[in-house]
Structure formats: structure tokens, C-alpha cells
């Protein structure tokens, strides 16, 4: 891995670990669905915006082969549809902490699934520390003497569509520009997004400018703009040089920063049995990662 791809991956992480507190910020003034449009909307305006006066980069591709098109619209709903509605929602029913301590298992979901539809290996250890992080969630989520956390589990199934991005972006990306599958996934997830929120009467309703304060604003522009179209574009290119390992073990990051800004920030505080399972499952995520660090070559 080049040393520039790697810083970069390291910043991509920096951003999105601010991202749950960014999210609470704006459901304090709208609905889950509604964030979520407004994040993958504006993410879509930007790039477009991007690469539009580029004359060599195209904005979408449609692809040739039906098994091709197909991969490419399971991404765009698992990425850019199903993720972020769920993610919205369970954000909405949990801390921001939390988030960020689940997100940590997102490197052995996305591995998992790399090893279903890439074929790039899986070993006992990596069964063994999504066995060790499920348990850890278990804890984390509420066992004996609380009540389970419903958004935390919705935030865990949000991290197959986060997982997809990555696994299918490296399988498309071998054939197409890693531009153009972004800009026509993230396309196909908004316009999904759209009908979904008109057809609930939810779209008209978002456009109430009062909401949009400098806060807000600022909020949005970190997690649509910045966090999603610039650096899921990037991450995306990234995908072409390096295995989704080398991208997922990165996402480390995100839950010590992420947990470090909730407690800080919003002076959220978990409980011992959490932090218990916290600790399970940054541990089963430390565990394979630290074993196949040294496969690393960075130059």
C-alpha cells in the first residue's frame, strides 16, 4: 500500500468517527429518513459538482454485462438506501458511543463477506472474533437488569450495507472507474431515498429553512459533503490498490475517536456491563488484526 493511500484512508476514518455526533446533531431537527436524505443528497451534489468540469472523468457508467448491473444496484440499495435508513434510526434510539463501538465491528462483517463473494481468505480467527464481538454486543446492548438497546441492533445490520460497499466497490472496481460506480450508486440510492420519503410525505416537510442553523449546517456539510462524497470517493479509489482488509482494519479508528467525542461532547457515559462488552468487542476486532499486520507493505 502506498504511504499516501494510507494517510488518506487514516483521515477518511478521522472524519467518519465525528460522524455519529454529527448525526445526533441534525435528528435534534429531523427524522431519521429525513437525515438520511439529506447527508446521501447532499453527498450527490457535490460530487456532481466535482467532477462535472472534468473532462476525462465520467459522472456514471452503466454496465454491460446483466451480473454487472446487477452488483451495482445491490450496492447502491445496500449503501446508499438500506445503510443509512437503518444507521439513522438506530442512532435515534441509541448513544452516539454506542455507534461508534459497533462501527469497530464493521472489519469483520466486511472480511466475512469478502470471504462469501470475493474469496479472499477467512481464517478461525476472524470466526472467532465475530463470535467474541456478537458476544460483546450482547453486553453492550442490555442483558440481565436492562432493557435491550432496539437501535443498537438496527446500527449492527446497518453494517452489512457498509460492508457491501466495500466488498462489492472492490468487485466493480476491477472493471470500471471507481468514480463512475460511485456517482451512479450513490444516484440510485438517493433517488430510492426520494421516493421513499415522498411517498410518506416526508420530503416536502424537510424544507422548513428555520431548522438550518449554522450548527445544522455545519453538520451536514461534515457528514454528506465532506464525509461521504469526498471520502467514500476516495475510499472507493483506494479499493482499486489495496484488499478490503487493508481498508477495513483501519475503521478501527472510528470507535476510539468516536467514543472519545461522545463522552467529551455530549457526556454520554455507559454503564460497567457496557463497557464490559465494549471492550469485547474492540478486543475481538485488535485480535485478527493485529495477526495480519504484518502482511503489510507499506511503501
Known amino acids: 500500500m502506498k504511504l499516501k493511500t494510507w494517510m488518506g484512508l487514516v483521515v477518511c476514518n478521522l472524519i467518519w468517527a465525528a460522524h455519529p455526533l454529527m448525526g445526533k446533531i441534525l435528528l435534534e431537527e429531523f427524522s431519521p429518513s429525513q437525515t438520511a436524505w439529506l447527508r446521501y443528497f447532499s453527498a450527490f451534489l457535490f460530487y456532481a459538482f466535482l467532477t462535472a468540469f472534468r473532462s476525462k472523468q465520467s459522472l456514471f457508467v452503466w454496465p454491460d454485462r446483466t451480473q454487472d448491473r446487477g452488483l451495482l444496484l445491490l450496492l447502491a440499495f445496500m449503501a446508499f438506501s438500506y445503510t443509512p435508513l437503518l444507521q439513522m434510526v438506530g442512532l435515534g434510539g441509541s448513544l452516539a458511543t454506542e455507534n461508534s463501538i459497533i462501527i469497530a465491528m464493521e472489519p ?12 479472499e481468505s477467512l481464517s478461525s480467527f476472524d470466526v472467532m472474533g465475530l463470535s467474541l464481538a456478537l458476544l460483546g454486543f450482547v453486553f453492550l446492548s442490555g442483558v440481565t437488569g436492562q432493557s435491550f438497546v432496539v437501535g443498537n441492533l438496527w446500527l449492527l445490520l446497518s453494517m452489512l450495507g457498509e460492508a457491501c460497499f466495500s466488498v462489492l466497490g472492490k468487485k466493480l472496481t476491477r472493471k470500471y472507474s471507481p468514480g463512475s460506480i460511485f456517482g451512479t450508486a450513490l444516484g440510485v440510492g438517493v433517488l430510492i431515498l426520494t421516493v421513499t420519503l415522498s411517498a ?8 422548513t429553512w428555520s431548522h438550518f442553523t449554522k450548527r ?18 476516495f475510499a472507493l479509489t483506494a479499493l482499486a490498490e489495496i484488499s478490503v ?11 476510539v475517536v468516536g467514543t472519545a467525542l461522545g ?17 469485547l468487542i474492540l478486543l ?5 488484526s493485529a495477526l495480519r499486520l504484518k502482511k503489510w507493505s507499506i511503501h
Open 108 to 119: 469483520l462483517i466486511t472480511v466475512g463477506m469478502a470471504w462469501i463473494i470475493l474469496g
Open 263 to 279: 463522552f467529551f461532547l455530549l457526556g454520554e457515559r455507559m454503564t460497567a456491563l457496557q463497557s464490559f462488552g465494549s471492550g
Open 216 to 233: 445544522v449546517i455545519f453538520a451536514l456539510c461534515w457528514i454528506g459533503p465532506l464525509g461521504t462524497g469526498a471520502t467514500y470517493l
Open 200 to 207: 410518506g410525505g416526508h420530503l416536502n416537510s424537510l424544507f
Open 284 to 288: 475481538a476486532v485488535l485480535l485478527p
Open 245 to 255: 482488509f487493508n481498508m477495513a482494519v483501519l475503521l478501527f479508528l472510528q470507535p
